[in-house]
């Protein structure tokens, strides 16, 4: 907490008044991280909402892969979220699904302008299963071999639930 408290320009005591313990820092970063995603994912569905859907989907997961490389609080997000410490696991699982039912609710919108194979519920479970794996993808491997694997990925996805 000493070097979090000097890193930040406050005092050890102001540190430890505001949050008795990293584990109590960590939560409160990590629910403004959430909540600055969720509304990020809103507005970026909202501005792209006039696109073809494919497009939408597309931008999406390509934006999130420049976040995760360029913003430092995607980059917590991802991380955290898929590596947990057990002592925090419940808290991350919880405010994650917070996230991604507010995901699910921007994807489901735009399948619902959709003809598919498959009903926007359905449809958006898988997205954000592919999505899931991209990121996974993404925290362990190449910028190049995720581009590789989400073109390949989101191709096939995206053909499976075409008419």
């Not at 820092?25 to 600055?36: G, P, Q, R």
């Not at 597309?58 to 980059?75: G, P, Q, V």
Request: aromatic share 14%; charged share 25%.
């Amino acid at each position: 907490m000493a070097q979090i408290a000097n890193e930040s320009g406050i005092t050890k005591q102001s540190m430890s008044y505001h949050f008795p313990s990293k584990k109590e820092l960590f939560k409160e970063i990590y629910s403004e991280v959430i909540e600055e995603e969720i509304l990020f994912t809103q507005q970026l569905f909202n501005h792209l909402s006039s696109k073809p859907s494919k497009e939408i989907l597309y931008t999406f997961l390509k934006e999130m892969k420049l976040r995760a490389h360029d913003k430092i609080n995607s980059s917590f997000l991802q991380i955290f979220s898929f590596s947990t410490p057990l002592e925090i696991e419940s808290f991350v699982s919880s405010h994650y699904l917070l996230y991604l039912d507010s995901l699910k609710t921007e994807i489901v919108k735009v399948f619902e302008k959709e003809s598919l194979n498959f009903t926007p519920d359905e449809c958006s479970l898988s997205f954000i299963i592919l999505f899931d794996g991209l990121i996974v993808h993404l925290l362990y491997n190449t910028k190049q071999s995720f581009e590789y694997a989400l073109d390949v990925s989101f191709k096939i996805f995206w053909n499976s639930i075409q008419k």
